[in-house]
């Protein structure tokens, strides 16, 4: 059974930091793209960041660039996301994702929700004003 488990989320004031780790289990990410998105009460869940298996090139939503990072160690088969800078704005449900195929899914044209096939359970990122 596949299964990705997020953690690191919760409470920080305006302009603090968090990193959220994605844990997977029954499932190699390498070779697969990964991706985060993120969904605030009310709103479409939206990609964050993605990071491509084939040559580690990341992309990120244009809310996000230049203050988070994603990451992945193959060898703890463990996926990060950096946020620094944090704002109110960015308070959602994260959410950890990888595709099953083996297909380059994150590109600079964006990444769709329809390309990943396992998710985490989703943890809470609530920035404070």
């Known amino acids: 059974e596949v299964q990705l488990v997020e953690s690191g989320g919760g409470l920080v004031q305006d302009g603090g930091s968090l990193r959220l780790s994605c844990k997977a289990s029954g499932f190699g990410f390498d070779g697969y793209d990964i991706a985060w998105f993120r969904q605030a009460p009310g709103k479409q869940r939206e990609g964050v960041a993605c990071?491509?298996?084939?040559?580690?090139?990341?992309y990120y939503a244009d809310s996000v660039k230049g203050r988070f990072t994603i990451s992945t160690d193959d060898a703890k088969n463990t996926n990060y996301l950096q946020m620094i800078s944090l704002r109110p704005e960015d308070t959602a449900v994260y959410y950890c994702?990888?595709?099953?195929?083996?297909?380059?899914?994150?590109?600079?044209?964006?990444?769709?929700?329809?390309?990943?096939?396992?998710w985490g359970q989703g943890i809470q990122v609530t920035v404070s004003s």
């Open positions: 990071i491509s298996s084939g040559d580690g090139y990341t």
């Open positions: 994702t990888t595709e099953s195929r083996a297909l380059r899914q994150c590109t600079s044209d964006g990444w769709a929700i329809s390309a990943f096939a396992y």
